[in-house]
Structures are given as structure tokens and as C-alpha cells.
């Protein structure tokens, strides 16, 4: 049986990051690996072979393959594939697996210390203790605990699950809302499936992991962020563009509530921008995943669909039609 031919179109430095020297020997007992020589990888070259691994910089595939075209698999190493596989390509049998499982607990991590740190008002904390302002770090007086409180999970995807396993492992009371989700399932996960304007209204602590879909797009409206109780907490770690920022931003002024966020509207986050001068809000630049257990993570499930694919095995975490327009 003829191996199949493999491009890794990746960056020598992500690539260093995503497999070690075990892992890539994998690569090679399954397939003739060909690596990118430059930056941008002529398109020709990545529909010629059979398996294309792809990441962050790879290049938006075609709409449609040409008759001489080989391209069989294509094996991102990241999150969502929408703006790098068009659906056209997944309709026509070009099979597409996604590594975002990989990246599941260093995000849901980052989204517990976020709501830690809101919860204990560590924002402000820290910022009077950098200034010496000792009397001012103990003005912020009695903190919260994840133990005891009812937090809101917005979306049960994979970095959703994970952040309700560690928050349920600190004692906290868990309500989801989530349209995808059946009530069988979430009685199993140990969690309340409510309505998403109850949730606002009732949880202290909002949480959200849902992907961006045309039903989510938008979906955190001001009138949504109204229903937040006076001393709640909000943590995006997920998308901007599921939340009216403008909206967030008002809120945030007011002085109602305190907000954690990963991810911005545009990134960089401009200079200028209201978010960069709030005293209640903690920012990071986009570093959910950025850690090196998410990036050998991610490689190892690469490496692993593509064993699977090559040995006629179904794969794991395969992009198809069915579920393409709602995978992060």
C-alpha cells in the first residue's frame, strides 16, 4: 500500500511547539512528511498532498479541488476550522479534524483563576499593593469562594465541561444554559439546565465558553447584561463577538459589576480603548491556550487522527457537515 504524502504547512517555531521528537517519528512511520520551506506555502503544493497539517498563519483553502488535486485529510492544530476549510470542501469528502480538545484545560484554567481573582477582587488588590498602598490593597475587604457559589456556565462545550469540573470539584452550585445540551446529559454532568436570562439573573458569577454561531453571534445584549445582579462577576474567555462590548464597557463604568476577559473585539486591544483604564476588569491577551501542556496536547491528538485516518480507524474529533457551523 502506497503511504500517503503529509505537508506540515506550520511555522518552524509552532511546529517545535506542537511535537517532540517521539511524537514526529509517529508522523513519519505513517506517512512521507514534507515540511513548508517558506512562510507561505504555494497552493498547488497543499492540495497536492494526501494529509495537510495546518495552525495558526496556515492560509484559507480553495472552495473547490481540481480533478488532479490529492488532498484527503486536512489536520488543524488549533480550534476552529471555518475560516481555514470552506463547507464546500467538507461536502465534497475532503475529511477535517480539529485539535480544540487539546486546548480545553489550560482555557478552562485561565477562566478558574479569572474567577478566583474577581471573586477575591485580586484586580485591585494587587494594583494598590504595586502602588504601596497597603491600607488600600485591605480596603476591598471580604472576598468570595468559588465554594458555595452559584455560577452560570454559558455554553457545555469542551472548555465549558472542563471549567464545571473544576468549579464543581471547589464546591460551587452549577447552572448551565446551553440549546444544544439535553437535560438527560446535564443531570449526568451534575449541573441545572435553565434558560439564559434566568442564569444572568440569578448567578453571582457568569462564565462564557460558547462558540460563535449565527444563534450566539450578538447573543450578550445590554438588556442581557442588565439582568446581572449588582457584584457579579463576568469571564469571557471564549469569543468577543458573542457579547455587545459597548454594553460590557457601560456596565463595567458603572460600577455593577467586575469582568475578566481573554479575548477583544479586536486584537491587539487599540490603545485608547475604554477596557485598557477600567479599574474592575483584568485583561489578557488572548493566552487561554498558550500554555505548553494545551501545545503538546494538541500535536498529540494531531498525531493521533492522523494514525487513525491512515489506518481506516474513524476519527475522534472529525469536522463534518453536520456539526461544522457549531464547532469552536
Given at each position: 500500500m502506497t503511504r500517503p504524502s503529509?505537508?506540515?504547512?506550520?511555522?518552524?517555531?509552532?511546529?517545535?511547539?506542537l511535537f517532540d521528537s517521539a511524537t514526529l517519528a509517529r508522523l513519519d512511520r505513517v506517512a512521507d512528511v514534507q515540511r513548508a520551506s517558506t512562510s507561505r506555502v504555494p497552493e498547488q503544493k497543499r492540495l497536492e498532498a494526501d494529509i495537510l497539517v495546518?495552525?495558526?498563519g496556515s492560509a484559507a483553502l480553495p472552495a473547490t479541488l481540481d480533478r488532479g488535486d490529492h488532498l484527503k485529510l486536512v489536520a488543524h492544530s488549533a480550534g476552529t476550522v471555518r475560516w481555514l476549510v470552506p463547507k464546500t470542501l467538507v461536502a465534497d469528502g475532503v475529511r477535517v479534524t480539529q485539535a480544540a480538545a487539546g486546548m480545553a484545560t489550560s482555557v478552562a484554567e485561565l477562566a478558574l483563576?479569572?474567577?478566583?481573582?474577581?471573586l477575591r477582587t485580586?484586580?485591585?488588590v494587587d494594583r494598590a499593593m504595586v502602588r504601596g498602598d497597603w491600607e488600600g490593597a485591605l480596603g476591598y475587604g471580604l472576598g468570595r469562594?468559588?465554594?458555595?457559589?452559584?455560577i452560570g456556565v454559558i455554553g457545555a462545550s469542551r472548555v465549558g465541561r472542563s471549567y464545571?469540573?473544576?468549579?464543581?470539584?471547589?464546591?460551587?452550585?452549577?447552572?448551565?444554559?446551553?440549546p444544544y445540551l439535553h437535560p438527560s446529559e446535564a443531570r449526568e454532568m451534575g449541573v441545572e439546565l435553565i434558560d439564559l436570562d434566568d442564569l444572568l439573573a440569578t448567578c453571582p458569577v457568569v462564565a462564557l465558553h460558547a462558540p460563535v454561531t449565527h444563534e450566539t453571534r450578538g447573543m450578550l445584549t445590554a438588556e442581557r447584561f442588565a439582568l446581572l445582579s449588582d457584584g457579579a462577576v463576568f469571564v469571557n474567555t471564549a469569543r468577543s463577538a458573542i457579547i455587545d462590548s459597548a454594553a460590557l464597557v457601560a456596565e463595567l463604568r458603572s460600577g455593577r459589576i467586575s469582568a475578566a476577559l481573554d479575548v477583544f473585539d479586536v486584537e491587539p486591544l487599540p490603545a485608547g480603548d475604554p477596557l485598557w483604564s477600567l479599574p474592575n476588569v483584568m485583561l489578557t491577551p488572548h493566552i487561554g491556550a498558550v500554555t505548553t501542556h494545551s501545545r503538546r496536547t494538541q500535536g498529540a491528538i494531531v498525531v493521533e487522527e492522523i494514525e487513525r485516518f491512515a489506518s481506516g480507524i474513524?476519527?475522534?474529533?472529525?469536522?463534518?457537515?453536520?456539526?461544522?457551523?457549531?464547532?469552536?
Open positions: 503529509l505537508l506540515l504547512d506550520l511555522s518552524p517555531e509552532l511546529e517545535h511547539d495546518t495552525g495558526w483563576f479569572f474567577t478566583q481573582s474577581l485580586l484586580y485591585g469562594t468559588v465554594a458555595g457559589t452559584r464545571i469540573e473544576l468549579v464543581t470539584a471547589l464546591g460551587a452550585e452549577v447552572v448551565v444554559s446551553d474513524g476519527l475522534r474529533f472529525e469536522v463534518n457537515e453536520a456539526n461544522y457551523d457549531r464547532l469552536a
